[in-house]
């Protein structure tokens, strides 16, 4: 109720339907969304009221969130520089660091210009809505994740939306612009919620083709696919044509923050009006030197993503064995369609009681308002747990 203190209307009225929906979700039991975990114990394991539960749904594809070159590059950041930047890049906030990670980051995927960012989000939201301006076209899938629609919305660019992983209608919507004005096609790698694909080598061709900029927000694909997890694009033979690819720290790389590079030099230009990469605090110094040890173990340590592929795998099989047939081929996201949200939140609860964490992902955030249950796989799993993490599916009633 609205309790009238001399408001003229009561703010907190829009969140009633969303609060109803959280409340019926809560009556089936441990409420699945801002879950605590009480102890990290290793990239795969956690503490969870006491009792230790298998991690299947955080992201950490190749595992490093543990890894001791990852975790002393940190810590000696942290012994070096201290815990925090205190200031925005253009002002106080670029450390040696900082320019030392782009410059990996060039290297790494032979760009010509790497921008570093505080979060991947704001990765998204700066070099979207600064590379499409007025009289600009943006022309984006529409399964696109939040980041890419709010950079969208922060744009004075035109935007348009075309099919889902669907080239032809690209083409088709590319074919109606008037000539003038850029045109800037944003799609993604590996699609965070179904975890399909998409076809970058057909989506550069139709945006040579119709004289667009293709940029590729790789913030899931890169460290799982490619030559020394470089990406999808990497995978699919069109790294170079690429012209933007952004990413995060967040998962591969076990770190927060993120990136966007490519094979302009004008993108560095964009660091003088960019508001979400000039208003706000760099990466702390352990963020980007947990980065930059991370993109190392990637491109000089043991081929992870060959075991990430080779648990995913596994699991995608035994799964489909339980009778939990998943959305797309196998990958690091494997994603299950339930009938419906009860059932997806029933049954999320009962694996966890079972030991067993993965993400329940419910509409509005899911494509098609479909309910998933969605796993992510490590390379740190072992093939046991894997197997746990099947049984737990098939005990499910
Ligand atoms: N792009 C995609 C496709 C994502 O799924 C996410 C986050 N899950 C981001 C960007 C944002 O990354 P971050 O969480 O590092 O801000």
């Known amino acids: 109720m609205f309790d009238s203190d001399a408001k ?6 829009k969140f009633e ?3 109803q929906r959280a409340e019926a979700v809560l009556s089936l039991g441990k409420l699945p969304f801002g879950m605590t975990f009480d102890k990290i114990l290793s990239p795969t394991r956690a503490l969870v009221d006491g009792r ?5 749904g955080t992201n950490n594809y190749l595992g490093l969130t543990f890894s001791e070159a990852v975790k002393s590059a940190a810590i000696d950041a942290i012994a070096r520089q201290g815990t925090a930047t205190t200031g925005s890049r253009l002002a106080n906030g670029t450390f040696r660091e900082h320019i030392d990670l782009e410059e990996d980051l060039k290297t790494f995927f032979r760009a010509k210009s790497a921008v570093v960012f505080t979060t991947g989000y704001q990765a998204n939201l700066a070099a979207i809505s600064t590379l499409a301006g007025r009289g600009d076209h943006l022309l984006i899938d529409a399964d696109s994740h939040a980041c890419i629609y709010d950079g969208c919305r922060l744009s004075d660019a035109e935007t348009i939306r075309f099919r889902h992983n669907s080239p032809e209608d690209l083409a088709k919507r590319l074919a109606r ?6 045109r800037l096609v ?3 790698g590996l699609y965070s919620m179904l975890g399909d694909v998409a076809p970058l080598d057909e989506f550069v061709a139709v945006a040579h083709e119709h004289g667009a900029y293709l940029y590729v927000d790789e913030a899931h694909s890169v460290g799982c696919y490619g030559d020394r997890g470089r990406g999808l694009a ?6 170079d044509k690429i012209d933007f690819l952004s990413g995060t720290f967040s998962k591969s790389f076990a770190s927060i923050g993120g990136f966007c590079v490519s094979r302009h030099s004008g993108l560095d230009l964009m660091r003088l009006v960019s508001r979400p990469y000039l208003f706000t605090a760099s990466g702390s110094p352990s963020n980007v030197a947990a980065a930059r040890a991370a993109m190392g173990e990637m491109m000089h340590g043991p081929d992870l993503s060959r075991e990430l592929m080779a648990r995913a795998h596994q699991l995608h099989a035994g799964l489909a064995a339980a009778g939990f047939a998943a959305a797309s081929p196998p ?3 494997i994603a299950l369609p339930r009938p419906d949200e009860l059932t997806a939140v029933r049954e ?4 966890l009681a079972a030991g067993i964490y993965v993400n329940l992902a419910v509409p509005p955030a899911t494509p098609h308002a479909k309910s998933l249950l969605r796993l992510s796989v490590s390379a740190a799993h072992s093939a046991e747990e894997i197997d746990a993490i099947i049984s737990a599916f098939r005990d499910l009633t």
């Not at 999320?348 to 694996?351: A, D, G, I, V």
């Open 8 to 13: 003229k209307s009561d703010i907190f009225e």
């Open 331 to 333: 990958g690091p996201i």
């Open 186 to 188: 944003v799609v993604e």
């Open 177 to 182: 612009l008037p000539d003038e004005g850029a």
């Open 17 to 19: 339907k969303v609060g």
């Open 52 to 56: 230790e539960i298998i991690l299947a």
């Open 348 to 351: 999320w609860n009962q694996l």
């Open 234 to 239: 990497d995978a699919l033979g069109v790294l």
